[in-house]
């Protein structure tokens, strides 16, 4: 554990009871409702650590299967029940995060220290494009060369937006004061459709937490779900980055989380393991 985590987490868990408007009067049935992530645990489906240090999953709705990478640039097919179908060493890079596109099946990877995402066709895992993103915007530097880097990343399906929907990245920092290398979440357009053009971030929104280690979103709720691995947090935002509510989050180096349909959440862990919960809306 980082020096300070502990007290970042007893400071947002008790910033999280006092935003539910509880005191000493609370049941604690109720208290615990609030503040736990509710889910049932099925247990680890990669307890034998065949997928090396994975670092993000994403459920593919169309193939029926969950997508996940790792820190040493693999990017594996696995069942729900955590048996491999195949594996790939895409590049000697460090894998953090993974999404796909609805509408035409192929994969986003998020690649830390380069910030950049590769396109990936799911069939033959070939790489079919790489998009840079900028680290400024507004005239700022936010995503300092060197720093933490790209740790989360989502897509959110739109069929009015030209590139038919947008991103959303994490940038992983361990600290809040750093103003070119800020913890936060930021909505990239990248040229998918028009093919012409520059990644761009298009805004951002500052969470208050370290560590932003995973990114969600589910079309159930139209919400967002963001996890921060130094403290055990779930935090779920609307699309206008309204904050709906934080609870505790089970596991240990969270980096990555995906909902199937049927609403199992699995969670990759950095340090091995992919856990199976089925999450009690």
């Known amino acids: 554990m980082r020096a300070g985590r502990g007290r970042w987490a007893g400071m947002v868990l008790l910033s999280v009871l006092l935003a539910a408007g509880c005191r000493s009067a609370c049941d604690p049935q109720e208290v615990l409702h609030r503040i736990v992530f509710p889910h049932e645990w099925v247990g680890d489906i ?37 048996a491999r179908i195949r594996q ?40 079919l494009r790489e998009f840079v993103l900028p ?18 990343i989502t897509f959110i399906p739109d069929s009015r937006h030209p590139e038919g929907g947008v991103f ?19 909505q990239v357009e990248l040229p998918l459709r028009t093919r012409t053009g520059a990644p761009r971030i298009t805004g951002y929104f500052q969470p208050g937490v370290i560590d932003l280690s995973g990114l969600h979103y589910d079309p159930v709720t139209d919400h967002i779900l963001v996890i921060s691995d130094a403290i055990n947090l ?41 856990l199976k919960l089925k999450w009690r809306r």
Do not use: M
């Not at 895409?90 to 220290?113: C, F, K, N, Q, S």
């Not at 240990?252 to 959440?265: P, Y």
């Open 234 to 274: 779930i935090l779920e935002y609307s699309r206008a980055q309204r904050l709906i509510r934080a609870q505790a989050f089970p596991g240990d180096n969270q980096e990555g989380l995906t909902v199937d349909g049927e609403d199992f959440l699995y969670i990759a862990q950095d340090t091995g393991g992919i």
């Open 135 to 152: 680290r400024e915007f507004g005239g700022r530097t936010l995503l300092r060369a060197g720093g933490e880097g790209l740790e989360g």
């Open 46 to 82: 990669d307890s034998q650590k065949r997928v090396s240090e994975p670092s993000g999953i994403c459920w593919h709705a169309q193939r029926g299967t969950l997508f996940v990478v790792g820190d040493e640039g693999d990017l594996y097919e696995i069942t729900r029940d955590g």
């Open 168 to 186: 959303w990245v994490a940038n992983q920092a361990f600290t809040l004061s750093d103003p070119e290398d800020i913890s936060a979440v930021f």
């Open 88 to 127: 790939k060493r895409i590049r000697a890079a460090d894998l953090e995060g993974v999404t796909y596109d609805p509408a035409t099946g192929l994969l986003y990877v998020a690649v830390e220290e380069a910030e950049s995402i590769l396109e990936i066709d799911p069939e033959s895992f070939a790489v």
